[in-house]
């Protein structure tokens, strides 16, 4: 979640949500490196009696830049959920300059998937959702194939298909985007979804979207890394997650991994190898997502673990 | 070492070199796949009393082309060490249209190391070197700084200072090539040689220079990878040591290897964990060369292992 | 599938189903070395007008021994695919003392799924099995509990509940042996099965039962190896899938990967982490195994690649 | 260092040296988790004028335990760096029954190598010892032979040769315990030293012992990881720093790595690459130490990075 801009959005939606779980507050700091700031806003925290459970922060010395990610339990704390940002935002953020989001642990973060024709990262992603190991709600899946519709209702998830091609791109995506609005997602996975989205798409999920780009960037951007690192000989070839901006496979990365190859590896057995890797880095991207442990900065990001 | 074109001036010298080891034959083979190469090569080794050692061969189906590198024992084998080279030409490879080159395991290589300032690698070979680790000799250091002349004197090694301004560039280029000529250099190390080597230099030594870039290439190639790798916010970085061409840092990747990097990683940081995987990663790289386990096609590498 | 031992069963069913595609035969190979057996083998196919499309050969110099395959296309071969077994055995294999086993690329496994209550190995599998991604049929489930039988429904694949307890696990394996051989299943895999085999089942599946353990074994062995980690402090957790022997995970080492960890990760970041590689290992064990591609020799492994 | 126990020798010898360089000073503490601990040391910190450049913390919640790492510039800092501990001790550590130790950054370590036969691991630290990587002192090298004298000499090290054989290994190792403490030895590096410390050695110089040891412990403690390794047929296999205490390659481990090997992998090859991340891990264990980045609880590290 890119830190500060979408904060009302998530704030509202939040809070006209049951409580199922211990609830927790997560804020995402960003904002000119200065004295005391850990302290304010640990402050803020404890001085209303909030028992802090996650503390994160890092300094980038480069660009003398402060990152923060404070995380604490909201049963007995002194301001109620729905103002804690505006508390926040008066008592700490606007005296350092604060880009800032707030997030809530029992949000269920609403996913919309996007896919093509390739199976591992869908099949991936309907694996982990179906066995829990992510708190999120799926209530769409927006596909240019029609492909996937079987294994999208069997998992009882509405299967858009948006056929494009030059002509319709722009008014199928138009289409895609007020689908995405009405149904109230909070991020897009482009789970190997092989056509590249246009500037209206990235300006209306900023940082809300993300892609999995099958090399380890910026070695290989755009079409056919795999043959391409075939042909180079490189000895590794990766994965790489990242946020998707208006500029193809430039946006700030997530995760990556990479595997080692020889020459006993043809395209097939790269293609093999890269499946493995490229759903497992798309997984780690999103579960750093998930936990809000993801903070951007001049198109690179700060990813607590 | 590249497939082929070297032969008679490895075999001339190999001859005149005291046998001080149990001695072997190694031939490394590259031509267009066909039936019964494999068959065919030992069936040389074999009706000549030779004891295969080492064997391995690859295709790529892609290219339907063929690698192979054999290593049999020369005790009672019936052909003269000075002989095989012209009946296995004779015998095999014209018929086959085979690239090919033949060593032998006795050989002591004479190794150039370059260097400029930086101190890892050029320490790191040195220490290998001084305990034995490599069967080889280094006759000479060149570089365009005197840093490292007390090192080079410590270990005895004649250390040949050639400043390169823009100017001056191709004659000392030129006299450092007949430098390496006079002294029978076999291959010629650039341990963090921060000058680019032009064609001449390229033309003298194909692919008998082995360098180390700070990135895993393709990825930031040129100059400056560690502050472009931290700019992009990458998660991991790597080191790559390949052949020298003309095209700079385009040459065959020998080996490579990469490390994790996380936002807590500043640019100082990134250096040191750079330095740990450039020095084992050139290491690497010359532990195949000087095996003769690397074959060259269409600027890729097969390293056998 | 270990060498030799069970050549009959392989071939005879074999022979009893339909070529879809180009088919292929693969001898694996493992023997004392000896002078010429490459050569030899060679032979055989290239004398019947075979064409070799894969050659990989070992020797462990430690033990003087030799290891082979060998993958040729079966059209336009001169020896009958019902022959060949018999052919090379008196032709070659006698000769040399080998251990071997014929299969043919043609030829579909049947492949029995054992699970319990984890989720992650056993999406991970049916996904590549509805994806195509393996030629293989999965004619049953087994469980020792019932919380997969939807998940199998939905694939078509009968599930099997066979509850165990201290009392009756002879018996209920005995009926699972039973279910196995009446099913013609060629092997077993263990996705996360949380039930100790005993030496019956291991007999009756000779190297023909693979396991996920969820560490970097030979470390923590048994139970609750992440626990264990945890406590011992380690800097990488691994997985390892291995063929079931007697010895509780003391099997032959068919494929490993590790992950790194911190004081960072808890036991359940460990878990996450964990899962991730456990699917893929296993996955990439089942895909040597599936390729004829591992040998065993001395409770270790020879996998080619 | 483990926390807190050697405080005041360091101090004292700290404030004997010549500032050199910016100074700054570094807290580690570890402690049961209260809140507003990070707080409290904060505003220790703040209020007396201090610039805080580095902040870690980490909770081990399985153990509800606090660690925390502290480091700011000392210019303008209100507290005289004589003071600095007796003033935290009595403000903060004592009311949180705090373990904790306090460094100077511009301490110069005084650091003993041990070393037997093997080169690489000495090679590597003398290295960077030279080309100043490391801001250390080396007064002396200890060894049971005397193979590294002359190395010692080159780099102006004092070379201590302590025969050691199972008569006079206590004597010996009395001697050597009373020559580290004359030297003011802040801790001892075993650079592959092939002697098994007893516990007056290891009870001298608590946690300030760091050994390097073949193999990814757990696995393969004890003599002849490599061959035991091959024995196992692993496929990876790795090097473990650790803080040297009683038991035999049972304490606390700071840095790991691990290589995958395969088949091919003969032992020799398995010491190659050995030998390669043995001498990078032990780096970077001695690293984190250097930098007080290291905190040690129950047999477990915090590596702070």
Redesign the interface.
């Known amino acids: 979640m890119s830190v500060g801009h979408h904060f009302w959005y998530i704030y509202n939606r939040q809070s006209s949500i049951m409580k199922k779980k211990k609830n927790t507050a997560i804020i995402l700091i960003s904002c000119p490196d200065q004295?005391?700031i850990?302290?304010k806003v640990?402050?803020f925290v404890?001085n209303n009696n909030g028992?802090?459970?996650g503390?994160a922060?890092?300094?980038?010395?480069?660009d003398q830049h402060f990152?923060m990610r404070i995380e604490w339990e909201l049963e007995g704390f002194s301001i109620p959920d729905e103002k804690i940002g505006e508390f926040f935002d008066t008592l700490i953020a606007k005296k350092y300059g604060m880009n800032w989001a707030l997030h809530f642990s029992n949000t269920k973060p609403r996913v919309a998937l996007f896919v093509s024709k390739y199976?591992?990262c869908i099949?991936?992603i309907l694996?982990r959702y179906?066995?829990s190991?992510w708190d999120i709600e799926i209530p769409l899946i927006i596909s240019n194939h029609e492909k996937f519709r079987p294994l999208a209702e069997?998992h009882d998830i509405p299967y858009h298909y948006f056929p494009i091609n030059r002509e319709n791109k722009k008014e199928q995506e138009q289409k895609e985007i007020e689908l995405l609005k009405s149904e109230e997602v909070d991020f897009v996975i482009l789970a190997r979804y092989m056509q590249i989205l246009s500037g209206q798409m990235t300006e209306a999920f900023p940082m809300q979207i993300i892609n999995i780009h099958h090399s380890?960037?910026?070695?290989?951007a755009g079409a056919n890394p795999y043959k391409a690192a075939?042909?180079?000989?490189?000895?590794?070839m990766?994965a790489t997650a990242h946020y998707v901006t208006e500029d193809l496979d430039e946006g700030?990365?997530i995760?990556?991994?990479?595997v080692?190859i020889?020459?006993?590896d043809?395209?097939n057995e790269m293609k093999?190898k890269g499946?493995?890797i490229e759903k497992?880095v798309l997984?780690?991207a999103i579960?750093s997502h998930l936990n809000h442990k993801v903070l951007i900065y001049k198109?690179?990001?700060?990813?607590f673990?």
């Open positions: 004295k005391g850990v302290h640990c402050d404890l028992n802090i459970i503390l922060q890092h300094v980038d010395r480069e990152f199976a591992h099949h991936d694996s179906e066995s190991e069997r380890s960037l910026p070695a290989f075939y042909l180079r000989g490189v000895k590794f990766g700030p990365i995760a990556q991994d990479v080692s020889s020459h006993r043809n395209i093999r499946r493995n497992i997984a780690d579960w198109n690179r990001t700060v990813v673990d």
